[in-house]
């Protein structure tokens, strides 16, 4: 069954700006996540770069480059495609894991998957 759990306002987040992250159960372990807008579309990614499965942002919630157009690690300069988490260069073994959104009513939502769950408390 798939679940639709509130993330943000939509508002939270603008074009190559700032990203909110949030915490998912992948694969059965808690990893960070985070999500951006990019060209007013939002999109998700497990924060764990294809290189190292380490963080990547270099200042909390940051992930664009100054050109506002890719998505970079901090550790070693992995650039990743915002729309779709692909490399586009530096050492990037494969692409970032992309976790589903939907954008209704000003609230933007992630969706579970069979390998990706919400935390329980
Ligand atoms: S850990 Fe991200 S580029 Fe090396």
Known sequence: ??????LCNAADLVNSGDAVPFDVVYCGQTIQAF?????DQVHAYLNRCSHVPMEMDY????FF???????MCATHGAMYDPQTGACRGGPCRGG???I??????GVVHWHTAHNLKSLEF
Do not use: A
């Open 59 to 62: 200042q909390p919630n940051r």
């Open 65 to 71: 480059d100054s050109t506002g157009q890719w998505l």
């Open 96 to 98: 970032l894991t992309k």
């Open 100 to 105: 589903v959104l939907s954008e209704t009513g």
């Open 35 to 39: 999500c951006i807008r990019y060209q």
């Open 1 to 6: 069954m798939i679940d639709e759990i509130p």
